[in-house]
C-alpha cells in the first residue's frame, strides 16, 4: 500500500500544479484585458477632446443665401451717393452636429491673399442669415476662408470659393423701341423672371429693375448716359453682373 501511496500522491500535485497555473494564467489574462480596456477608453476619450476642441480640417461648410439683397447707400465726401448691396448668408452642410449645435460665440473671414482674419458682417435684420457679404461693390473673387468659434470652444474652418456676382456678357441685340430703347442679351439669363435686378449708372447711383416679362434687359434712350452700366441680376439665388459701356 505505501509504495502505491507515493505515486498517488505525485499525481495529485501534480494536478493541482497545474490547476493552479491555469488559474494564474487566467488572471493573469484577465487583468490584461482590463488594462487595455481601460487605455482604450482613456484614448477615446483624449482623442474625441481634442477633436472636439480643434480646428476640424474637414469641417466644411456652405453659404446659403438668405432673403433678399439688402440695398443701402454710402455718402461720399464730394456729396454724392454710391450704391451698396449686401446678401446675407445661412451657413448650412457643417460636419458638426446639428442637432445640439451650440451658439455661435465669433464668426470671422480670411480674405483672399490675407494673412489674418477679421470679423465677418453678423448684423443684419434678415432672419436666418448668420453673416452679410458684399455684391456691389463686389468682393474679389477667389478662396476665402471661414472660421466659426463656439460657446463650447468647437472651431470650425473651412474654405469657400466665391465668385459673385459672377460676370456675364451684356451683347446688344438688333431690336430696338421708341420708348424702351436698346435690347441687350445678358449672358444665357433669360429676364421674364427674376428675384431681384438693379441697373447701376455710371453716377454710382441705382434703379432697382422690375419684372415686365421681356426675356432682355431694356436701356432707355434717356438713361443711356455715358460711362459704364452695371446691371446686377440675382436669378435662382445666384447674383450675376453685366457691364454696358456707352460712348466709350
Same mark, same amino acid.
Given at each position: ?140 473673387? @477667389? #478662396?476665402?476662408? =471661414?472660421?466659426? &468659434?463656439?460657446?463650447?470652444? *468647437?472651431?470650425? %474652418? ?5 465668385? $459673385? ?47 415686365? @416679362? #421681356?426675356?432682355? =434687359?431694356?436701356? &432707355?434712350?434717356?438713361?443711356? *448716359?455715358?460711362? %459704364? ?5 440675382? $436669378? ?13
Amino acid at each position: 500500500m505505501y509504495f502505491l501511496a507515493i505515486p498517488t500522491l505525485l499525481v495529485q500535485t501534480a494536478v493541482r500544479h497545474v490547476i493552479r497555473r491555469k488559474e494564474y494564467i487566467m488572471k493573469k489574462t484577465t487583468t490584461i484585458v482590463v488594462y487595455v480596456a481601460v487605455l482604450a477608453v482613456f484614448a477615446v476619450a483624449i482623442i474625441w477632446w481634442l477633436y472636439r476642441g480643434s480646428v476640424y480640417d474637414n469641417g466644411t461648410f456652405i453659404l446659403l443665401p438668405v432673403g433678399d439683397g439688402t440695398e443701402s447707400q454710402m455718402v461720399m465726401i464730394d456729396g454724392t451717393r454710391t450704391f451698396l448691396l449686401e446678401q446675407g448668408y445661412a451657413l448650412a452642410g457643417m460636419n458638426v452636429d446639428q442637432t445640439d449645435t451650440p451658439e455661435i460665440q465669433s464668426l470671422k473671414v480670411k480674405y483672399p491673399q490675407s494673412a489674418n482674419f477679421m470679423d465677418a458682417n453678423t448684423s443684419g435684420d434678415t432672419e436666418g442669415a448668420a453673416l452679410y457679404l458684399p455684391v456691389w461693390p463686389s468682393l474679389v473673387p @477667389g #478662396d476665402y476662408s =471661414f472660421q466659426i &468659434k463656439y460657446e463650447d470652444s *468647437t472651431t470650425v %474652418e473651412t474654405v469657400v470659393p466665391w465668385d $459673385q456676382p459672377k460676370e456675364i456678357i451684356a451683347q446688344a441685340t438688333e431690336e430696338t423701341d421708341a420708348v424702351k430703347g436698346v435690347a441687350y442679351r445678358l449672358g444665357n439669363l433669360d429676364l421674364t423672371s427674376f428675384e431681384q435686378a438693379y441697373h447701376i449708372r455710371p453716377s454710382g447711383s441705382a434703379l432697382k429693375i422690375e419684372s415686365s @416679362g #421681356d426675356s432682355y =434687359f431694356w436701356l &432707355k434712350d434717356s438713361a443711356a *448716359t455715358p460711362g %459704364e452700366h452695371i446691371i446686377l441680376v440675382k $436669378q435662382d439665388s445666384i447674383w450675376y453682373a453685366a457691364k454696358i459701356d456707352v460712348g466709350i
